[in-house]
């Protein structure tokens, strides 16, 4: 499980609480401009007050009510989401903060009925008896507020245990760890609203919108979420399209408000909402709920899929890069070591002391610049002069033997991947060159702004049958073609050609 530290957890909190608190003190601001545009209309109950012929001062009996009542709501929800929750769900001064909520609540439901006394107070003029009409307020009042705050109080404890009370849940956690952050963003999502729908719509009268609100939306969460995770990958392992998954999740959609009308049926007796419910819950679930979570999996799991199987490839590359790159440095240290034995046997020391030291030149080379992924241009190509001349120490005696370079010196800052460009030189001169016959070795090397023009020419001779290189194929070419498809893909054009006589290679590599 996924643990965030203290300071990067900490910090997160803050943040969401800055949120909270704007999008809170946003939502007041926008009440009080309401009761204000209201209030310059003179709108209100003006009317109802006039049909009791009762006095009506839009300040005294709309505006001052009003503010009062959300007032006193944005101020309950901020000491309960910011001060009492988190002091009791971290189990600090546990009794003091009941004590507080206790109080704030009933605090709360005196100011709501005194402010409807004045706002509503053609009600009481209505009822036979001005004792009941206040009971009725007040009764009123009590049920609003008491679930207004326990929604407040459900809100806040979530905001603070919600993430790891997911995170005991056993069988979510067999799926991705993004899971119970999804989950738990969208039911404080849908918590928020119904605190909205609760501020706007009074329960005691728009029974039926809060009801549709109650059902309709975690339903739908919790399909969205069964789609994403289980429906859909199952359909998509067994190679089933849209059209299967959208008629079974119709299915499914009748089957669950099936179960929600048996397991409601005793409510339905207050009115049409349940029935209202179920059926906006079904038409969200085929029509909103069933896309949405197919486009979510396709354009993010599947992609997740994707990303994760390139990752694998180019791990498999990386690797066979590191094992091509391995190949190459033993079989070129065999080979200039019998350059160097057979150099010995000709000459005295000084000739062996000159190839020594060019060999101790691009074994430095390799030790320490070819273990890098990247090198500069002009080392690669200090480390090929080096070779060239070891191996022209092998033939300088043989007259019948001619080796031409033109490799350009590089001033420029281009970068190369290191000992890609060796595997030619070093074919040329071990299937190139004969002691005992005519030969030659053609090498050019230039660059023109950022790509490198390379050719190698060299002549084929007829191997005798006791030639130990004879059957041997080697591996240099092959291993350079594999590193310039993994690390020059689209960037460079390699031509092969052979003749009876002559072996071709050019190679255009634009460098970075």
Request: hydrophobic share 45%.
């Amino acid at each position: 499980m996924y643990v965030l530290s203290g300071n990067v957890a900490d910090s997160k909190a803050k943040n969401i609480n800055q949120l909270e608190f704007w999008i809170s003190t946003t939502l007041y601001i926008l009440a009080l401009i309401g009761i204000c545009t209201s209030t310059s209309y003179g709108t209100g109950n003006a009317y109802r007050f006039a049909e009791q012929n009762l006095d009506y001062s839009v300040v005294r009996n709309f505006f001052l009510p009003e503010v009062f009542k959300i007032s006193i709501l944005y101020i309950s929800f901020l000491l309960i989401n910011f001060c009492f929750m988190p002091q009791l769900a971290k189990k600090n001064n546990i009794t003091l903060n009941v004590i507080l909520s206790v109080l704030i609540t009933a605090f709360s439901i005196v100011i709501w009925m005194v402010a409807n006394t004045y706002s509503q107070a053609d009600r009481l003029v209505e009822e036979d008896n001005i004792g009941h009409g206040y009971d009725i307020l007040f009764g009123e009042a009590f049920t609003y507020i008491f679930l207004l705050y326990l929604l407040f109080n459900i809100y806040a404890y979530f905001s603070e245990k919600g993430l790891a009370l997911l995170e005991k849940i056993s069988f979510l956690k067999h799926y991705n760890k993004s899971i119970f952050i999804e989950i738990f963003t969208s039911m404080k999502i849908w918590l928020i609203t119904m605190m909205v729908f609760a501020v706007v719509f009074s329960p005691t009268r728009d029974y039926e919108i809060v009801v549709v609100w109650v059902i309709a939306p975690p339903v739908n969460i919790a399909f969205t979420f069964l789609s994403i995770y289980y429906i859909i990958p199952n359909l998509r392992k067994s190679g089933k399209k849209f059209g299967r998954y959208f008629w079974g999740n119709v299915a499914l959609t009748a089957m669950i408000c099936l179960l929600l009308l048996l397991l409601l049926i005793g409510f339905m007796r207050n009115g049409p909402a349940i029935p209202i419910a179920l059926i906006l819950t079904s038409i969200c679930m085929i029509c909103i709920a069933t896309p949405f979570a197919w486009y979510i999996y396709k354009n993010k799991f599947e992609k997740q899929t994707e990303i994760q199987m390139l990752k694998t490839e180019l791990g498999k590359s990386d690797a066979s890069l590191n094992f091509l790159k391995s190949q190459i440095n033993p079989h070129f240290l065999f080979n200039a070591l019998n350059t160097l034995f057979g150099t010995a046997l000709q000459e005295n020391a000084e000739r062996t002391g000159e190839g020594i030291q060019k060999l101790g030149d691009m074994m430095r080379f390799m030790l320490h610049e070819n273990t890098q992924d990247k090198i500069s241009l002009t080392r690669e190509v200090e480390y090929l002069n080096n070779y060239i001349d070891l191996q022209k120490l092998r033939t300088s005696r043989s007259a019948d033997i001619k080796i031409d370079t033109h490799i350009e010196e590089q001033i420029n800052n281009l970068q190369i991947t290191p000992m890609l460009l060796i595997p030619f030189i070093e074919n040329a001169f071990k299937h190139g060159i004969s002691l005992q016959q005519p030969s030659y070795i053609k090498i050019t090397l230039q660059t023109k702004e950022s790509t490198l023009y390379f050719d190698i020419s060299n002549s084929i001779y007829t191997k005798t049958d006791h030639d130990p290189e004879k059957l041997k194929s080697g591996i240099g070419l092959e291993n350079v073609k594999q590193r310039l498809s993994l690390l020059y893909y689209g960037k460079h054009e390699l031509i092969i050609r052979e003749t009876a006589k002559e072996f071709f290679v050019h190679l255009t590599l634009r460098l970075d």
